[in-house]
């Protein structure tokens, strides 16, 4: 009989819990936990929550008043942060037991999810001066895209009105090369480009072709030689050699040819030669005008020009892929 009581006792301790088991319990708990009178009276308070008394005030709790009176002074919506760069968020709330209100206080380890938080915030405002770099440089790029329009369109007012005037030279110089059909045609145009109203080419008409036809109309002829570029912005500063070259053939050198040469290693590299069959320059030939636009042209492109005077004209344009 002896031997089931105690039998029986010990199933019970092994079975039920006992205050020492729950506090133990509580105070593996990675979260601080307190429990306190009105008055302030620490009832409960876990190892988590002793410790972090502890490292904040420097004392052990034993006044759960003062201690709340130094979270809410502390803290910033709960958060409170340690000197040891420990991160906690406190909430307190109100706990009833057998009719009784006490004051619970809760303290969870943020340091993890703060430390996240900040360089998330970190990441958002390099982002955000990339961003600002970024508008920068494409209100930057607008400027040069309408600065590079307006030269453009410089560039053909000045090369058309050249074009005309030279051309018109031409037919008075050389009366026997005059063609009364297209004589009649230069008048009509030169009366419309003086009243602005000169007509633009046509969407489908290619520009090299143009420059070469305008350059006749000036009596210079245009030889090319080579595999005509593909690209674009190339055959766009070919135009531009064209439209340069003939125009200064005619009007310093007395010539009535030039030659362009194309050679490289299409696509990878371009080298444009342009020589005339007028009178060699009388010297170092300053770059002013068709010849400056046309070296930022070319150099905008990634390339290089070279102007040689000696023993004749020879112009060289290079551009890599």
């Known amino acids: 009989m002896l031997f089931l009581q105690l039998r029986a006792l010990k199933r019970e301790r092994e079975t039920r819990l006992s205050p020492d088991a729950i506090r133990r319990t509580v105070d593996l708990l990675p979260t601080g936990l307190m429990v306190s009178e009105a008055d302030g009276t620490v009832l409960l308070a876990n190892l988590s929550m002793t410790e972090l008394c502890r490292k904040l005030t420097g004392e052990l709790l034993s006044d759960a008043g003062r201690f709340r009176q130094l979270i809410e002074s502390r803290s910033e919506n709960g958060l409170i942060r340690t000197a040891g760069g420990e991160c906690w968020q406190f909430h307190k709330s109100v706990l009833r037991l057998d009719?009784?209100?006490?004051?619970?206080?809760?303290?969870?380890?943020?340091?993890?999810?703060?430390?996240?938080t900040e360089e998330l915030s970190r990441k958002n405002l390099h982002l955000k001066q990339v961003q600002e770099?970024?508008?920068a440089v494409a209100a930057k790029e607008r400027r040069l895209v309408a600065e590079r329009e307006i030269m453009n369109a410089r560039m053909t007012e000045h090369n058309r009105m050249g074009a005309v005037l030279l051309s018109g030279k031409y037919y008075l110089d050389h009366p026997e090369n005059v063609k009364e059909e297209e004589l009649l045609r230069l008048l009509e145009f030169n009366n419309r480009f003086l009243l602005g109203e000169a007509e633009q080419p046509s969407p489908?008409?290619?520009?090299?072709?143009?420059?070469?036809?305008t350059a006749e109309r000036i009596g210079v002829a245009v030889e090319i030689r080579g595999e005509h570029p593909q690209s674009e912005a190339i055959r766009r500063i070919l135009v531009q050699a064209v439209d340069q070259c003939a125009a200064n053939t005619a009007r310093h050198a007395g010539g009535d040819r030039i030659t362009l040469v194309l050679s490289g290693e299409q696509p990878k590299e371009?080298?444009?030669?342009?020589?005339?069959?007028?009178?060699?320059?009388?010297?170092?030939?300053?770059?002013?005008?068709?010849?400056?636009v046309l070296r930022k042209t070319v150099e905008a492109a990634g390339g290089?020009?070279?102007?040689q005077s000696e023993p004749a004209f020879l112009l060289t344009i290079t551009i890599p892929e």
Do not use: C, F, H, W
Not at 208 to 213: E, G, K, N, P
Not at 273 to 283: A, D, K, L, M, Y
Not at 304 to 307: G, N
């Open 304 to 307: 290089s020009m070279t102007v």
């Open 270 to 292: 371009l080298t444009l030669t342009v020589t005339n069959n007028g009178r060699p320059p009388e010297g170092p030939i300053t770059e002013t005008g068709g010849l400056a």
């Open 204 to 213: 489908g008409a290619d520009p090299l072709q143009q420059a070469v036809l």
């Open 133 to 135: 770099r970024m508008k």
């Open 99 to 116: 009719g009784r209100d006490y004051d619970q206080i809760t303290a969870a380890d943020m340091t993890e999810q703060y430390r996240v």
